[in-house]
């Protein structure tokens, strides 16, 4: 998959776009004003590999506490504005590295000439964001479709900004769903140089959730679209982040930890494979390691896994075999299959 | 999304490929000699959304089983076979509706030809299924990439069993690497009209599980690309179906219950959307009704996205607007936003 070339921009120390890594962002999920709260959900984020931090700004308390949010969060912070100009304003007089904006709710081209001016006093980035929840009213004529109205809408304030000399924007595009959001991502992705940002909107609970933003952040990432990117999630913000990681290392994209390669467990298993796998899983958990550990149910595809993953059992009858690139080192007895590897994990350098 | 024109063919009464919808499968975790079992097992995934079953046959006892589950089996059964000739003709005598052979284990043309002369006898389906983990060696000496080896070795084993007179296949390709797999799978559809059971094998646990099926199923689906899939995860075979049928609900492809769309709850809601949203799920999933059901924290994308769904709730400070496609019906409080929301999805014909 070749990536789509886009201009490189920095927000506070992080690269968006051009050859940058594909950065992955979150939302905080407590409100603004509580300023601690807000840092403290940060720093755990930053922790689990979030790169961009994104808070909402709903009234003036929330905005007079940014100044503090940015001194204090190790990654960069973007102001979430929506309907008033003044607190955009007021976001970007605090010194945030972006703010986002949505052309969709703050619509006045003299609210964006005035928002123009003072992000330029300040450097700030300019994420401009459209969502299929709150579209402007189709003016075009045309009877254009969602995707077509949320990349009008878009580039109607990208032309906009970029006239008046803006020289750092980043552009999203959502929708709830997953098709409309990737036809849109298409069509601008023809239409502008400007990295893109890129996720599906309010995709639901749990595993739905995590369905559709794998689907939608995912094909656009194969088709090289996308430089920045936010897993939207009816859940933790921390869920969200591991999500958005887990796209990116399935991907080949970017290294996330210990990958496990397990096999389903079928009636073929005669090890408890799913326990198994679980109980690896938890006990590689903080080891900071980028590795592919196997765990196979039986030998029709265990050796063969196991040989591609950096180590690895496939088990047998009450006994599994262990794997090292692709070496059977020793025999193991099921009791003790998941503390021999974790071990063998953990002596890798 | 057009889909790619394969042939027709009918495993029992479940059609797949053309212009059929695409199936979902799974396959049973209980040992295929515990019929009992795996009949229960069977039954509950049905009524999950499971279009078709498939059991391993590890030895003669799980074999001499398949008659039984056949005949009790509300859904076309599938034999699992690996390594041996004699079970796959035990399987086919048992009148299975389908039989997978791997080429890379079963390789002989000798085997090839026997079971080709016993399914024509018995009309079984026969699925030519090659995985990463089990291939044959190289012996093109072309230097062939992994999915490059994935399509060879598969076609090999097309090309005998149609020359030998088969008349229903169907092909699958499956490697735990994401972009692997899709390549393969598009390499194939290139080569033959078969449909094309897709799915990503031995993917992981629970989420990073989830995350890579519906990458790699996804996008393949995306592309036209499917005809039956089959979801693999470290985890309960029900797992495994919900998630199949929520991937080709995400892409319109499937209908699938009530579908909600939630936000993801930032610092600007102003009631607890999370929960909230938890816990419509919780009430709706018995319920067997295709919605969209929008659950919306603020008013920022609330009342676009409310207007998109059947029925939604938009909430506001302690309060909600109840929409019903796009017109607002009434306003409840907090504590009732739950309740009415059910009863009026409940009033829905």
């Known amino acids: 998959m070749k990536r789509k070339k886009t201009k490189k921009i920095f927000l506070r120390n992080v690269p968006i776009g051009g050859d940058a890594p594909v950065s992955v962002q ?30 909402s700004v709903l009234n003036r308390s929330d905005a007079e506490t940014l100044k503090k949010i940015v001194s204090l969060s190790p ?37 964006w000439k005035i928002i123009a001016e003072e992000i330029q006093k300040h450097g ?75 996720g599906v909107t309010a995709t639901g609970t749990s595993d739905a959730g995590i369905i559709k933003s794998s689907l939608g952040i995912g094909s656009l990432l194969l088709k090289g679209i996308g430089d920045t990117i936010r897993v939207s999630l009816n859940d933790t913000s921390l869920r969200e982040v591991r999500t958005a990681r887990l796209i990116l290392r399935s991907l080949g994209l970017r290294p996330f930890g210990i990958e496990i390669i397990a096999c389903p467990g079928c009636g073929r298993s005669q090890i408890n494979i799913l326990k198994m796998a679980k109980s690896v899983e938890q006990n590689v958990k903080g080891l900071k390691k980028d590795l592919k550990v196997a765990v196979m149910g039986c030998i029709v595809n265990g050796p063969g896994e196991a040989e591609e993953a950096d180590i690895g059992i496939a088990g047998g009858k009450g006994e599994a075999i262990l794997f090292k690139k692709g070496k059977v080192i020793k025999r193991v007895k099921e009791k003790d299959i998941v503390k021999v590897l974790i071990s063998e994990i953990k002596k890798i350098q």
Chains 1, 2 share one sequence.
């Open 124 to 198: 700030t980035v300019l994420r401009i964001g459209a969502n299929s929840g709150s579209l402007p009213q189709d003016r075009s004529g045309k009877n254009l479709s969602p995707a077509e109205r949320l990349v009008a809408s878009a580039m109607e304030a990208v032309d906009f900004f970029e006239k008046e000399g803006v020289e750092k924007i980043k552009i999203s595009l959502k929708s709830s769903s997953v098709r409309e959001t990737i036809e849109a991502y298409e069509k601008i992705s023809l239409q502008t140089f400007w990295p893109l940002h890129v």
């Open 75 to 111: 990654i960069p912070v973007v102001a979430d504005i929506h309907f008033s100009r003044e607190l955009a304003l007021l976001a970007i007089r605090q010194g945030v590295d972006g703010i986002r904006i949505n052309p969709g709710n703050i619509t006045r081209k003299e609210d």
């Open 26 to 55: 979150s939302m905080t999920k407590v409100p603004t004003h509580d300023t601690a709260s807000v840092v403290r959900e940060i720093k755990k984020l930053e922790k689990e590999g979030c790169d961009i931090i994104r808070v």
